[in-house]
């Protein structure tokens, strides 16, 4: 057992100094961006759609309209009102939002991928605003992100919102979140047009309108739950450059009021991010083991050099490649402390995922349940 824990502690120092020291620094939060222009300034957006999927968000999609309304003039949006059984439509509708009134999707298809399909044959302008109906952006920012895809020639500019952090829960696993998403698709590899790494935050995506007709966006991506994810990969796949980052300006307005609020929407989800493979879920839990446990604590059981060495270089690189997102998000760095903790309850959403999907449920959003056997 004792060699075991040895193995377990050197794989894991081994994996956190590799994070800290590869090349791509993906624990660092330099991809940023945030508003430039000046706020009092009059904008004009006749060249921007927005689309704003929406099911069941009467509670959020006034605040974001009206947020959107604060960028400037000229800016078209479009609510889909994807089959809502609450106040959704009307809400949109009152604060000058056009409505679509969204049919039940296909089979295989994903509600959110079919909503936004419905609404971007009504789009005619040169770029498509993909927001989520509970995102609020600040003043400026839709005007730096147009700066920031017409500057560099990008056909799709994503920022990852901002979630909140003001309860226990939040503090514990939001950051870890972003972390975490950024340890899976580096922000500095998905942005180099070389790479095959692609990545984008769903929340936010400004794209190129003749882009995503061109590449059929969302029926050729129909079936995808990490819709983001796999969008970008097919506008980079088409010789298109694509760029993600973090910003303060793009924010949630959506707590998690609980742990288990946090853990169905990761549960959601984390399955398919290991391809519903038993030996990729099986190959995380060692790994994930011995960075989060045997490599931090090994020094508490035993006294010897080498797991002592370890223990101290793993605490070191944590903090190093942790406090950065901490930082962005205004948390303290003593949160590092908690790490092991965090990690082990997102390998425990992961093996929630992987036992719904065992029990034939790829997914279960917003009272649809996605089948394994829509799975294509």
Request: positive net charge.
């Amino acid at each position: 057992m004792a060699v075991l824990v040895m193995y377990l502690a050197l794989a894991g120092v081994l994996c956190w100094w590799a994070i800290l020291l590869a090349p791509w620094r993906a624990w660092s939060v330099r991809e940023q961006l945030e508003p430039s222009a000046d706020p009092g300034k009059k904008q004009f957006f006749n060249d921007v759609t927005v689309l704003i999927p929406a099911r069941n968000e009467a509670l959020f999609i006034g605040q974001t309209l009206r947020k959107l309304q604060a960028q400037g003039e000229g800016l078209r949006v479009i609510v889909i009102d994807d089959q809502s059984e609450d106040q959704t439509a009307a809400c949109a509708r009152e604060l000058g939002a056009e409505v679509i009134h969204g049919t039940a999707p296909p089979k295989n298809w994903s509600g959110k991928l079919w909503a936004l399909d419905q609404g971007v044959r009504c789009v005619q302008t040169r770029y498509t605003l993909l927001l989520d109906a509970d995102i609020s952006l600040s003043p400026g920012i839709l005007r730096a992100l147009l700066n920031k895809a017409c500057q560099e020639n990008l056909s799709l500019v994503s920022l990852m919102a901002k979630l909140p952090v003001r309860r226990f829960s939040e503090r514990l696993l939001v950051p870890a979140f972003i972390f975490f998403f950024k340890l899976l698709y580096p922000f500095e590899l998905s942005n180099k047009p070389e790479s095959r790494m692609a990545a984008a935050a769903g929340g936010c995506i400004l794209v190129e309108t003749a882009t995503l007709k061109l590449i059929n966006a969302f029926a050729s991506i129909h079936h995808a739950l990490i819709d983001d994810c796999a969008l970008a990969a097919q506008v980079k796949q088409a010789g298109f450059k694509t760029w993600i980052g973090l910003s303060h300006a793009v924010q949630s307005h959506r707590g998690y009021d609980s742990l288990a609020a946090i853990w169905n929407t990761v549960a959601r989800t984390a399955f398919t991010q290991l391809r519903y493979s038993l030996l990729l879920l099986l190959l995380c839990t060692l790994i994930m083991s011995g960075m989060f446990w045997c490599a931090p604590l090994s020094a508490m059981s035993y006294t010897n050099t080498v797991f002592v060495t370890s223990s101290i270089l793993t605490w070191l690189a944590m903090f190093i490649v942790y406090t950065p997102v901490l930082r962005f998000y205004q948390c303290s760095p003593l949160w590092v402390i908690a790490l092991p903790v965090t990690g082990t309850l997102y390998l425990m959403m992961t093996w929630t995922s992987a036992f719904r999907y065992w029990r034939g449920v790829r997914a279960h959003w917003k009272n649809r349940r996605y089948e394994t056997t829509e799975y294509p």
